[in-house]
């Protein structure tokens, strides 16, 4: 994970330009996202992590794997060695654990934030398994 810290602008739009619409391709992927809020009602995620694969259920392999955190850095944060660690492997705890552990290996948090590392390591986690269909064991 390396963000970016936050420019002058972050977009690319020109002056007088304006977005009218995104268009996100439907893949047919399993995908998922998983946010920890200190409280449900109103609050804005304290971290987020959303993944997108193909396969990855009933024991079948993964691949084509994508991994973005948000509310880390000023703007989402593709985590291409968390997706590494899980690429062409059947999604289970151990493996959901090492992308987790990927995601935040090399971060620098600010000094008030480094709170969020583990944070990030089990949103990507549980993200994994929830897409993977796998039991969600933090709900029993």
């Not at 399993?30 to 946010?35: D, K, L, P, T, V």
């Amino acid at each position: 994970m390396a963000p970016t810290g936050p420019t002058e602008r972050e977009h690319s739009l020109a002056a007088n330009e304006l977005l009218t619409s995104v268009t996100v391709p439907v893949r047919n992927l399993n995908n998922a996202a998983y946010e920890v809020r200190q409280r449900q009602a109103i609050d804005w995620p304290i971290v987020q992590a959303a993944v997108a694969f193909s396969g990855g259920r009933n024991g079948e392999k993964a691949t084509n794997v994508r991994i973005v955190l948000s509310h880390v850095a000023p703007t989402p944060v593709i985590s291409e060695a968390a997706a590494r660690a899980v690429d062409n492997r059947a999604i289970n705890n151990m493996t959901a654990t090492a992308a987790g552990a990927a995601a935040v290996q090399g971060a620098k948090p600010l000094s008030q934030n480094g709170y969020k590392l583990r944070l990030i390591e089990v949103a990507v986690k549980r993200a994994l398994m929830i897409a993977a269909g796998m039991p969600h064991y933090w709900e029993s």
